[in-house]
C-alpha cells in the first residue's frame, strides 16, 4: 500500500516534467503556425503579382514615337513631352499607329484640340499605306459626334452622340477620352460621361492596333498625352 508522501513525490515529479517539456510544446507550436501564415501568404503574394501585370501601361513615352509608326505625309512629333498631330502641305489623312496589337483593352488619353481639331481614335484597325479599315472614335469639333463610333470604309457611322451629349466636349481645353474594347462590346467615355455602349459582332470578330488620326483638310493640330492602356 503507497503512502501519502510517496504520492505526493510522484505528482510533484509528474508536474516537474510536464513544466521543463512545456518551452518545446510551445516552440513547436508557434513554428508550425508560422509555416502556416508562409504559405497563406503565398497565393496573396501571386494574386497581388497577378494585379500587378494588369495595370495601365503607357504608350507613349513623352520623349519619342518609340512603339508608333507614322503612315502618310502629316506630322506628328513630341513638343514639351505632348505628342502632337499637325496638318502637312499635302493636308491629306494620316495616322500613328501602335506596332502592337491590342485586342481586349483600356485605354485611357488626354487630347486638346487647335482650331478645327478633327482627328480620332482607332482600334483593332490595320492600315495599308493611309487606307485603315478598323473603327474609330470620333474627336472632332463641337457638334460632331466626339465619342460616337464610325467604321471606316464600310458602314459609317455606328453610333453617332444625342444632341445633348454635345455639350461634354471643351474645345480647346484637354479632356479625358477612355476606350472599353472586350469581345464584341465598345464602351466610350468622355471626361466621365458615358458616350457610347455597343455591341457589335463584326467588331468582336477583329484585332489589330491602336492609331490616332489627323483628318484631311488642313488646318487641323491636336496635341496628346497620358495615352496609357490596359490589356483585358
Same mark, same amino acid.
Not at 502629316?74 to 502632337?84: A, H, M, Q, S
Not at 499607329?97 to 478633327?118: H, I, M, P, R
Given at each position: 500500500?503507497?503512502?501519502?508522501?510517496?504520492?505526493?513525490?510522484?505528482?510533484?515529479?509528474?508536474?516537474?516534467?510536464?513544466?521543463?517539456?512545456? !518551452?518545446?510544446?510551445? #516552440?513547436?507550436?508557434?513554428? @508550425?503556425?508560422?509555416?502556416?501564415?508562409?504559405? &497563406? $501568404?503565398? !497565393?496573396?503574394?501571386?494574386?497581388?503579382?497577378?494585379?500587378?501585370? %494588369?495595370?495601365?501601361? !503607357?504608350?507613349?513615352? #513623352? $520623349?519619342?514615337? +518609340?512603339?508608333?509608326?507614322?503612315?502618310? %505625309?502629316?506630322?506628328?512629333?513630341?513638343?514639351?513631352?505632348?505628342?502632337?498631330? $499637325?496638318?502637312g502641305p499635302d493636308? $491629306?489623312?494620316?495616322?500613328?499607329? %501602335? +506596332?502592337? @496589337?491590342?485586342? +481586349? /483593352?483600356?485605354?485611357?488619353?488626354?487630347?486638346?484640340?487647335?482650331?478645327? #481639331? &478633327?482627328?480620332?481614335? /482607332?482600334?483593332r484597325s490595320s492600315l495599308d499605306g493611309t487606307k485603315i479599315s478598323g473603327w474609330q472614335v470620333e474627336v472632332a469639333p463641337p457638334g460632331n459626334d466626339t465619342g460616337g463610333i464610325y467604321e471606316s470604309y464600310g458602314r459609317g457611322w455606328l453610333v453617332q452622340i444625342p444632341e445633348e451629349k454635345e455639350g461634354i466636349l471643351n474645345m480647346g481645353e484637354w479632356n479625358k477620352m477612355r476606350i472599353e474594347v472586350e469581345g464584341d462590346n465598345v464602351k466610350t467615355y468622355l471626361n466621365g460621361e458615358q458616350m457610347v455602349d455597343l455591341t457589335d459582332e463584326k467588331i468582336g470578330e477583329a484585332n489589330g492596333s491602336i492609331a490616332l488620326q489627323i483628318h484631311s483638310g488642313g488646318g487641323i493640330k491636336v496635341r496628346w498625352r497620358d495615352l496609357q492602356v490596359k490589356e483585358l
Open positions: 500500500m503507497q503512502t501519502i508522501s510517496t504520492l505526493n513525490l510522484r505528482y510533484q515529479l509528474k508536474l516537474l516534467l510536464f513544466f521543463s517539456l512545456m !518551452p518545446f510544446v510551445l #516552440g513547436s507550436c508557434q513554428q @508550425s503556425g508560422s509555416q502556416e501564415n508562409e504559405a &497563406n $501568404e503565398q !497565393p496573396a503574394q501571386a494574386v497581388e503579382a497577378s494585379a500587378s501585370e %494588369t495595370e495601365f501601361k !503607357p504608350i507613349f513615352d #513623352g $520623349e519619342s514615337l +518609340d512603339g508608333w509608326k507614322i503612315h502618310g %505625309t502629316e506630322k506628328w512629333y513630341v513638343e514639351d513631352g505632348l505628342l502632337v498631330c $499637325e496638318s493636308a $491629306e489623312y494620316g495616322y500613328l499607329a %501602335t +506596332d502592337q @496589337s491590342y485586342k +481586349d /483593352f483600356v485605354l485611357e488619353l488626354e487630347f486638346q484640340q487647335e482650331a478645327d #481639331g &478633327n482627328s480620332g481614335v /482607332f482600334f
